[in-house]
């Protein structure tokens, strides 16, 4: 029974240290998705700080806190960042800080745009596509 205690006591500190580092990124959210072609319809994502996770404002799964972190660390790094290159059909990232937002757009075409900014995005999508398929 006391190491059920200790256990609990450890894993209530992690996760509290991973939701205080999440707080420290000063990122709010993470609104990411795709748009535009021959519907201009757009799909959104978001990822809250608590590791909710919905699409287009349904809630759809839960990211654990060390993921969570490791997404907001990769957005600080892009909080200021500007490209806004938007093409016919385009995805986007749109980075909340301190109440201001960053949307950052690009298209397939779109020269310029960092290589971390079209990796974070698609490591988001395979997170919400591990989701869907937890899901079925």
Excluded at 8 to 35: M, Q, Y
Aim: proline residues 1%.
């Amino acid at each position: 029974m006391r190491g059920l205690a200790v256990f609990l006591c450890l894993l209530l500190c992690h996760c509290a240290s991973s939701v205080d580092r999440i707080a420290n990124t000063g990122v709010e959210v993470i609104h990411f998705g795709s748009g535009g072609g021959f519907t201009g319809e757009t799909v959104g994502y978001t990822l809250n700080a608590n590791g909710a996770l919905s699409k287009n404002g349904e809630p759809i799964g839960r990211l654990c806190a060390e993921r969570t972190l490791a997404y907001f660390k990769q957005a600080k790094d892009f909080s200021q960042y500007q490209f806004k290159h938007p093409g016919n059909i385009y995805n986007f990232i749109e980075i909340t800080s301190s109440g201001t937002s960053n949307r950052i757009v690009w298209s397939a075409n779109s020269e310029g745009i960092h290589k971390d900014i079209i990796n974070l995005h698609k490591q988001l999508l395979l997170e919400t596509n591990l989701i869907y398929e937890e899901d079925q």
